[in-house]
Protein backbone atom coordinates (compact mmCIF):
# COMPACT_ATOMS: atom_id res chain seq x y z
CA UNK A 1 0.00 0.00 0.00
CA UNK A 2 1.06 3.50 -0.64
CA UNK A 3 0.01 7.07 0.45
CA UNK A 4 0.17 9.58 -2.12
CA UNK A 5 0.08 13.06 -1.40
CA UNK A 6 -3.41 14.38 -2.68
CA UNK A 7 -4.92 11.77 -0.16
CA UNK A 8 -2.84 12.99 2.82
CA UNK A 9 -3.77 17.02 1.81
CA UNK A 10 -7.21 16.10 1.21
CA UNK A 11 -7.51 14.32 4.91
CA UNK A 12 -5.80 17.61 5.81
CA UNK A 13 -8.94 19.98 5.12
CA UNK A 14 -10.98 17.99 7.87
CA UNK A 15 -8.06 19.57 10.82
CA UNK A 16 -7.14 23.01 8.82
CA UNK A 17 -9.41 25.33 10.70
CA UNK A 18 -9.22 24.03 14.13
CA UNK A 19 -5.10 23.78 13.44
CA UNK A 20 -4.82 27.34 12.06
CA UNK A 21 -6.48 28.59 15.12
CA UNK A 22 -4.20 27.00 17.86
CA UNK A 23 -0.97 27.47 15.59
CA UNK A 24 -1.94 31.23 14.95
CA UNK A 25 -2.24 31.32 19.17
CA UNK A 26 0.92 29.67 20.06
CA UNK A 27 2.94 31.60 17.15
CA UNK A 28 1.90 34.65 18.12
CA UNK A 29 2.61 34.33 22.11
CA UNK A 30 6.05 32.57 21.25
CA UNK A 31 7.21 35.48 18.53
CA UNK A 32 6.55 37.57 21.60
CA UNK A 33 8.53 36.08 24.34
CA UNK A 34 11.39 36.56 21.61
CA UNK A 35 11.32 32.64 19.67
CA UNK A 36 11.62 32.45 16.27
CA UNK A 37 9.24 29.91 14.95
CA UNK A 38 10.33 29.93 11.65
CA UNK A 39 13.48 28.24 12.92
CA UNK A 40 12.17 25.97 15.01
CA UNK A 41 9.38 25.34 12.65
CA UNK A 42 12.95 24.26 10.11
CA UNK A 43 14.31 22.02 12.45
CA UNK A 44 11.26 20.17 13.08
CA UNK A 45 10.74 19.58 9.31
CA UNK A 46 14.29 19.11 9.06
CA UNK A 47 14.84 16.23 11.63
CA UNK A 48 14.94 12.45 10.06
CA UNK A 49 14.36 9.37 12.48
CA UNK A 50 15.39 6.00 11.16
CA UNK A 51 13.10 2.94 11.08
CA UNK A 52 14.50 -0.15 12.23
CA UNK A 53 13.48 -3.20 9.74
CA UNK A 54 12.99 -5.29 13.00
CA UNK A 55 10.31 -2.80 14.37
CA UNK A 56 7.59 -3.27 11.81
CA UNK A 57 6.22 -6.69 12.96
CA UNK A 58 5.49 -7.54 16.43
CA UNK A 59 8.11 -8.41 18.37
CA UNK A 60 8.01 -10.14 22.30
CA UNK A 61 9.02 -11.16 24.95
CA UNK A 62 11.61 -13.84 26.26
CA UNK A 63 8.00 -16.18 26.85
CA UNK A 64 6.72 -15.37 23.63
CA UNK A 65 5.15 -13.46 20.44
CA UNK A 66 1.57 -12.54 19.55
CA UNK A 67 2.25 -11.71 15.86
CA UNK A 68 0.11 -8.68 14.29
CA UNK A 69 -2.02 -9.37 11.63
CA UNK A 70 -0.68 -7.99 8.21
CA UNK A 71 3.03 -8.28 9.56
CA UNK A 72 5.50 -7.06 6.41
CA UNK A 73 6.79 -10.60 5.50
CA UNK A 74 9.59 -9.25 2.91
CA UNK A 75 12.09 -6.45 3.00
CA UNK A 76 10.12 -5.04 0.65
CA UNK A 77 7.03 -5.05 2.44
CA UNK A 78 9.05 -3.75 5.67
CA UNK A 79 10.38 -0.89 3.03
CA UNK A 80 6.72 0.07 1.90
CA UNK A 81 5.86 0.61 5.75
CA UNK A 82 8.65 2.93 6.32
CA UNK A 83 7.16 4.29 3.37
CA UNK A 84 3.55 4.79 4.65
CA UNK A 85 5.04 6.19 8.43
CA UNK A 86 7.12 8.84 5.94
CA UNK A 87 4.38 10.38 4.19
CA UNK A 88 2.17 10.08 7.35
CA UNK A 89 4.98 12.38 8.71
CA UNK A 90 7.56 13.45 6.67
CA UNK A 91 10.58 12.51 9.58
CA UNK A 92 10.79 8.89 9.34
CA UNK A 93 13.07 9.43 6.09
CA UNK A 94 15.24 6.06 6.49
CA UNK A 95 15.42 2.81 7.15
CA UNK A 96 17.96 0.45 9.52
CA UNK A 97 18.82 -2.89 8.11
CA UNK A 98 19.38 -5.69 10.70
CA UNK A 99 21.74 -8.39 8.88
CA UNK A 100 21.10 -11.48 8.47
CA UNK A 101 17.20 -10.49 8.94
CA UNK A 102 16.89 -8.11 6.26
CA UNK A 103 19.78 -9.77 3.47
CA UNK A 104 18.40 -7.72 0.15
CA UNK A 105 18.38 -10.37 -2.90
CA UNK A 106 18.74 -7.59 -5.16
CA UNK A 107 20.49 -4.28 -3.61
CA UNK A 108 20.01 -2.36 -6.99
CA UNK A 109 16.17 -2.85 -6.80
CA UNK A 110 15.46 -2.57 -3.06
CA UNK A 111 17.40 0.69 -3.16
CA UNK A 112 15.26 2.14 -6.12
CA UNK A 113 12.31 1.05 -4.28
CA UNK A 114 12.61 2.75 -1.15
CA UNK A 115 14.04 5.97 -3.11
CA UNK A 116 10.66 6.23 -4.50
CA UNK A 117 8.86 6.12 -0.99
CA UNK A 118 12.07 8.80 -0.69
CA UNK A 119 13.58 6.49 1.98
CA UNK A 120 17.29 5.96 2.43
CA UNK A 121 19.38 3.87 3.64
CA UNK A 122 20.52 4.49 7.60
CA UNK A 123 23.61 2.65 9.80
CA UNK A 124 23.63 -0.97 8.94
CA UNK A 125 23.36 -3.40 12.07
CA UNK A 126 25.48 -6.56 12.68
CA UNK A 127 24.01 -9.42 14.55
CA UNK A 128 26.18 -11.76 16.24
CA UNK A 129 24.03 -12.54 19.11
CA UNK A 130 22.53 -15.41 17.34
CA UNK A 131 23.63 -18.48 15.54
CA UNK A 132 22.79 -18.95 11.48
CA UNK A 133 22.23 -21.60 10.37
CA UNK A 134 25.18 -23.50 8.72
CA UNK A 135 27.42 -21.92 11.14
CA UNK A 136 30.82 -23.77 11.96
CA UNK A 137 31.31 -21.94 15.04
CA UNK A 138 29.05 -20.89 17.77
CA UNK A 139 28.33 -17.35 19.40
CA UNK A 140 27.09 -19.37 22.57
CA UNK A 141 30.39 -17.99 24.89
CA UNK A 142 30.38 -14.57 22.84
CA UNK A 143 31.59 -12.95 19.44
CA UNK A 144 34.21 -10.25 19.10
CA UNK A 145 34.78 -11.40 22.62
CA UNK A 146 35.56 -14.95 22.09
CA UNK A 147 38.84 -16.19 23.36
CA UNK A 148 38.75 -19.02 20.94
CA UNK A 149 40.11 -16.93 17.28
CA UNK A 150 38.72 -18.69 15.17
CA UNK A 151 35.06 -17.63 16.58
CA UNK A 152 36.69 -14.01 16.98
CA UNK A 153 37.57 -14.69 12.62
CA UNK A 154 33.78 -15.72 11.95
CA UNK A 155 32.08 -12.84 13.75
CA UNK A 156 34.68 -10.49 12.21
CA UNK A 157 33.87 -11.47 9.30
CA UNK A 158 30.36 -11.21 9.48
CA UNK A 159 30.82 -7.46 10.06
CA UNK A 160 32.32 -7.24 6.68
CA UNK A 161 29.83 -8.66 4.94
CA UNK A 162 27.47 -6.42 6.21
CA UNK A 163 29.30 -3.48 5.68
CA UNK A 164 29.76 -4.95 2.28
CA UNK A 165 25.71 -5.14 2.14
CA UNK A 166 25.53 -1.73 3.63
CA UNK A 167 27.59 -0.15 0.32
CA UNK A 168 25.20 -1.28 -1.88
CA UNK A 169 22.41 0.16 -0.77
CA UNK A 170 23.97 3.52 0.53
CA UNK A 171 24.30 3.20 4.37
CA UNK A 172 27.32 4.84 5.68
CA UNK A 173 27.87 3.58 8.73
CA UNK A 174 27.32 0.04 11.13
CA UNK A 175 26.49 -0.19 14.43
CA UNK A 176 27.76 -3.11 16.54
CA UNK A 177 25.63 -4.33 19.18
CA UNK A 178 26.93 -7.35 21.01
CA UNK A 179 25.55 -9.76 23.54
CA UNK A 180 28.96 -10.84 24.56
CA UNK A 181 29.48 -11.55 28.45
CA UNK A 182 29.52 -13.73 31.02
CA UNK A 183 26.66 -15.74 32.97
CA UNK A 184 28.09 -16.30 36.11
CA UNK A 185 31.39 -14.86 38.02
CA UNK A 186 35.22 -16.47 37.28
CA UNK A 187 33.94 -17.50 33.47
CA UNK A 188 35.26 -14.56 32.13
CA UNK A 189 38.66 -13.28 32.26
CA UNK A 190 37.17 -9.72 32.13
CA UNK A 191 40.63 -8.12 30.75
CA UNK A 192 40.91 -10.89 28.16
CA UNK A 193 37.39 -10.49 27.10
CA UNK A 194 37.82 -6.72 26.84
CA UNK A 195 41.24 -6.69 25.08
CA UNK A 196 39.25 -9.61 22.22
CA UNK A 197 36.64 -6.81 21.76
CA UNK A 198 38.88 -4.21 20.84
CA UNK A 199 41.36 -6.09 18.61
CA UNK A 200 38.24 -7.50 16.66
CA UNK A 201 36.50 -3.62 16.59
CA UNK A 202 39.50 -2.21 15.35
CA UNK A 203 39.87 -4.92 12.37
CA UNK A 204 36.63 -4.17 11.53
CA UNK A 205 36.88 -0.54 12.07
CA UNK A 206 39.94 -0.58 9.57
CA UNK A 207 37.80 -2.04 6.99
CA UNK A 208 35.45 0.01 6.65
CA UNK A 209 35.37 2.68 3.65
CA UNK A 210 36.63 5.95 4.79
CA UNK A 211 33.76 7.96 4.31
CA UNK A 212 31.83 5.35 6.88
CA UNK A 213 31.00 5.32 10.97
CA UNK A 214 30.99 2.61 13.62
CA UNK A 215 28.77 3.21 16.39
CA UNK A 216 29.41 1.16 19.09
CA UNK A 217 26.36 0.18 21.69
CA UNK A 218 26.40 -0.33 25.41
CA UNK A 219 23.97 -2.08 27.63
CA UNK A 220 24.56 -3.29 31.36
CA UNK A 221 22.97 -6.65 31.28
CA UNK A 222 20.62 -9.27 29.90
CA UNK A 223 18.26 -11.34 31.80
CA UNK A 224 20.39 -14.22 32.68
CA UNK A 225 23.54 -12.07 32.80
CA UNK A 226 26.38 -11.61 35.41
CA UNK A 227 28.56 -9.56 33.02
CA UNK A 228 28.41 -7.96 29.62
CA UNK A 229 31.62 -6.78 27.91
CA UNK A 230 30.70 -2.98 26.77
CA UNK A 231 28.74 -2.51 29.73
CA UNK A 232 28.31 1.05 29.92
CA UNK A 233 29.52 4.53 28.07
CA UNK A 234 32.70 4.79 29.62
CA UNK A 235 33.76 1.41 27.84
CA UNK A 236 32.21 2.21 24.60
CA UNK A 237 33.81 5.43 24.74
CA UNK A 238 37.29 3.92 25.17
CA UNK A 239 36.86 1.21 22.31
CA UNK A 240 35.69 4.35 20.02
CA UNK A 241 38.72 6.30 20.95
CA UNK A 242 40.53 2.46 20.37
CA UNK A 243 39.51 2.27 17.12
CA UNK A 244 39.47 6.00 15.58
CA UNK A 245 38.13 9.18 15.00
CA UNK A 246 34.85 7.83 12.48
CA UNK A 247 34.13 5.35 16.02
CA UNK A 248 31.44 6.83 17.91
CA UNK A 249 29.42 5.99 21.20
CA UNK A 250 25.87 5.03 20.32
CA UNK A 251 23.45 5.54 23.54
CA UNK A 252 20.44 3.46 23.52
CA UNK A 253 17.86 4.69 25.74
CA UNK A 254 17.04 1.39 27.32
CA UNK A 255 20.60 0.66 27.98
CA UNK A 256 20.95 2.07 30.90
CA UNK A 257 20.07 0.76 34.74
CA UNK A 258 16.94 3.08 36.37
CA UNK A 259 17.76 6.68 37.49
CA UNK A 260 21.05 6.89 35.69
CA UNK A 261 21.57 10.53 34.51
CA UNK A 262 21.32 9.86 30.42
CA UNK A 263 21.24 13.70 29.76
CA UNK A 264 24.71 14.23 31.62
CA UNK A 265 26.36 10.82 29.42
CA UNK A 266 24.88 12.92 26.20
CA UNK A 267 26.58 16.14 27.19
CA UNK A 268 29.73 14.25 28.26
CA UNK A 269 29.85 12.82 24.92
CA UNK A 270 29.43 15.14 22.52
CA UNK A 271 31.97 17.41 24.52
CA UNK A 272 34.26 14.80 23.53
CA UNK A 273 32.97 14.71 20.00
CA UNK A 274 31.81 11.20 20.43
CA UNK A 275 28.59 11.07 20.66
CA UNK A 276 27.24 9.18 17.30
CA UNK A 277 24.07 7.27 17.35
CA UNK A 278 21.07 7.64 19.32
CA UNK A 279 18.09 4.60 19.68
CA UNK A 280 14.83 6.04 21.25
CA UNK A 281 13.20 3.87 23.14
CA UNK A 282 11.30 4.40 27.15
CA UNK A 283 11.39 2.47 29.92
CA UNK A 284 10.25 1.56 33.41
CA UNK A 285 12.54 -1.04 34.90
CA UNK A 286 14.86 -1.90 32.37
CA UNK A 287 15.31 -2.86 28.55
CA UNK A 288 11.76 -2.60 28.07
CA UNK A 289 11.31 -0.96 24.56
CA UNK A 290 8.34 0.92 25.24
CA UNK A 291 6.93 3.52 22.87
CA UNK A 292 9.49 6.73 23.22
CA UNK A 293 7.91 8.88 25.76
CA UNK A 294 5.51 7.28 27.47
CA UNK A 295 7.16 6.76 30.93
CA UNK A 296 9.48 9.15 31.14
CA UNK A 297 8.84 12.02 29.10
CA UNK A 298 10.75 14.40 31.33
CA UNK A 299 13.59 12.96 31.20
CA UNK A 300 13.28 12.43 27.34
CA UNK A 301 13.24 16.74 27.37
CA UNK A 302 16.13 16.85 29.38
CA UNK A 303 18.41 14.78 26.78
CA UNK A 304 17.20 16.63 24.21
CA UNK A 305 18.15 19.59 26.05
CA UNK A 306 21.61 18.78 25.99
CA UNK A 307 21.16 17.21 22.23
CA UNK A 308 20.22 20.68 20.88
CA UNK A 309 22.85 22.29 22.93
CA UNK A 310 25.50 19.98 21.88
CA UNK A 311 24.81 20.29 18.68
CA UNK A 312 25.11 24.08 18.77
CA UNK A 313 27.52 24.22 20.74
CA UNK A 314 29.93 21.34 19.91
CA UNK A 315 31.09 20.88 16.30
CA UNK A 316 33.31 18.36 16.39
CA UNK A 317 30.32 16.41 17.01
CA UNK A 318 29.10 15.15 13.72
CA UNK A 319 25.48 15.23 13.01
CA UNK A 320 23.89 12.10 14.71
CA UNK A 321 22.12 9.27 13.45
CA UNK A 322 18.44 8.93 14.93
CA UNK A 323 16.84 5.78 15.06
CA UNK A 324 13.95 4.61 17.32
CA UNK A 325 14.69 1.08 18.81
CA UNK A 326 11.36 0.05 20.08
CA UNK A 327 9.56 -2.94 20.23
CA UNK A 328 5.52 -3.52 20.07
CA UNK A 329 4.32 -6.19 22.08
CA UNK A 330 0.28 -5.13 21.79
CA UNK A 331 -0.26 -2.17 19.58
CA UNK A 332 -0.26 -1.88 16.09
CA UNK A 333 3.21 -1.66 14.83
CA UNK A 334 2.66 1.22 12.77
CA UNK A 335 0.77 3.26 14.94
CA UNK A 336 3.26 2.64 18.18
CA UNK A 337 5.79 4.20 15.42
CA UNK A 338 3.81 6.81 14.90
CA UNK A 339 3.35 7.79 18.50
CA UNK A 340 7.30 7.38 19.38
CA UNK A 341 7.87 9.59 16.53
CA UNK A 342 5.56 12.38 17.95
CA UNK A 343 7.15 11.95 21.20
CA UNK A 344 10.45 12.04 19.64
CA UNK A 345 9.46 15.66 17.84
CA UNK A 346 7.57 17.29 20.84
CA UNK A 347 10.41 16.65 23.20
CA UNK A 348 12.47 18.24 20.27
CA UNK A 349 10.46 21.25 19.74
CA UNK A 350 10.15 21.66 23.97
CA UNK A 351 14.10 21.33 23.96
CA UNK A 352 13.70 24.20 20.93
CA UNK A 353 11.79 26.62 22.88
CA UNK A 354 14.29 26.49 25.79
CA UNK A 355 15.73 30.10 26.01
CA UNK A 356 19.48 29.34 26.28
CA UNK A 357 20.28 32.51 26.64
CA UNK A 358 18.26 33.63 29.73
CA UNK A 359 19.25 29.56 31.31
CA UNK A 360 23.44 30.53 31.25
CA UNK A 361 22.64 34.09 32.75
CA UNK A 362 20.22 32.13 35.67
CA UNK A 363 23.00 29.29 35.81
CA UNK A 364 25.89 32.07 35.77
CA UNK A 365 23.74 33.94 38.69
CA UNK A 366 23.53 30.53 40.45
CA UNK A 367 19.74 31.22 41.03
CA UNK A 368 18.62 27.57 40.61
CA UNK A 369 15.09 28.25 40.66
CA UNK A 370 14.60 30.52 37.95
CA UNK A 371 17.02 27.83 36.36
CA UNK A 372 14.22 25.34 36.76
CA UNK A 373 12.01 27.83 35.64
CA UNK A 374 13.21 28.06 32.37
CA UNK A 375 13.40 24.42 31.53
CA UNK A 376 9.70 24.26 32.74
CA UNK A 377 8.48 26.71 30.91
CA UNK A 378 9.75 25.17 27.96
CA UNK A 379 8.60 21.52 29.25
CA UNK A 380 5.18 22.97 29.82
CA UNK A 381 4.43 24.42 26.26
CA UNK A 382 1.58 22.79 24.29
CA UNK A 383 4.14 22.48 20.91
CA UNK A 384 1.65 20.10 19.31
CA UNK A 385 0.51 23.30 17.07
CA UNK A 386 4.46 23.32 15.77
CA UNK A 387 4.35 19.75 14.99
CA UNK A 388 1.24 19.88 12.98
CA UNK A 389 2.42 22.99 11.18
CA UNK A 390 5.87 21.33 10.07
CA UNK A 391 3.85 18.54 8.87
CA UNK A 392 0.83 20.79 7.13
CA UNK A 393 3.81 22.77 5.11
CA UNK A 394 5.48 19.49 4.08
CA UNK A 395 2.20 17.86 3.24
CA UNK A 396 2.08 15.29 5.78
CA UNK A 397 -0.68 14.28 7.90
CA UNK A 398 -2.01 17.25 10.21
CA UNK A 399 -2.88 14.11 12.43
CA UNK A 400 -0.76 11.37 11.47
CA UNK A 401 -2.98 8.57 13.81
CA UNK A 402 -6.03 9.71 12.63
CA UNK A 403 -4.95 9.76 9.53
CA UNK A 404 -3.64 6.73 9.23
CA UNK A 405 -7.07 5.14 10.91
CA UNK A 406 -9.29 6.78 8.57
CA UNK A 407 -7.28 5.42 5.43
CA UNK A 408 -7.81 2.28 7.18
CA UNK A 409 -4.52 0.93 6.52
CA UNK A 410 -3.98 -1.80 8.61
CA UNK A 411 -6.65 -3.56 7.14
CA UNK A 412 -5.73 -2.86 3.55
CA UNK A 413 -2.52 -4.06 4.31
CA UNK A 414 -4.28 -7.37 6.19
CA UNK A 415 -6.11 -7.73 2.72
CA UNK A 416 -3.15 -7.25 0.54
CA UNK A 417 -0.70 -9.74 2.96
CA UNK A 418 -3.05 -11.78 4.84
CA UNK A 419 -3.77 -12.37 8.51
CA UNK A 420 -0.85 -14.56 9.55
CA UNK A 421 2.00 -13.09 7.16
CA UNK A 422 5.06 -13.23 10.06
CA UNK A 423 7.50 -10.32 9.82
CA UNK A 424 10.76 -11.45 8.23
CA UNK A 425 13.51 -12.41 10.87
CA UNK A 426 11.30 -12.37 14.13
C1 LIG B 1 19.87 -4.50 21.72
O1 LIG B 1 19.06 -4.47 22.84
C2 LIG B 1 19.44 -3.48 20.68
O2 LIG B 1 19.20 -2.25 21.30
C3 LIG B 1 20.44 -3.32 19.58
O3 LIG B 1 20.32 -2.05 18.99
C4 LIG B 1 20.03 -4.35 18.63
O4 LIG B 1 20.58 -4.20 17.41
C5 LIG B 1 18.52 -4.17 18.69
O5 LIG B 1 18.26 -3.91 20.05
C6 LIG B 1 17.72 -5.31 18.19
O6 LIG B 1 17.97 -6.49 18.89
MN1 LIG C 1 19.57 -0.36 20.32
Not at 250 to 278: R, S, W, Y
Request: hydrophobic share 40%.
Amino acid sequence: MKLNVERIVEQNQKWLDSHKAAYGFLAEKLEKNGTDVQIVLKKLEELQVAIPSWALGAGGTRFGRFSYHGEPASLKDKISDVGLLHALTQTAGAISLHIPWDIPEDAHEIQEFAASLGIGFDAVNSNTFQDQPKMKKSYRFGSLCNPDPSVRDLAIQHNLDVIDIGKKLGSKSLTTWLADGSNFPGQHNFQEALKNTENSLQLIYRSMPDDWKLFIEYKPYEPNFYSTVIQDWGTSLMLANACGNRAYTLVDLGHHLPNTNIEQIVATLMMKGKLGGFHFNDSKYGDDDLTVGSIKPYALFLIWNELIYGMEHNTDNPSLAWMIDASHNIKDPLEDLLQSLEAIQIAHAQALLVDQKVLRETQNQQDVVLCQEVLQDAYRTDVRPLLREARLRSNAAIEPIAAYRAFNVRNELVKERGSHSVASGL
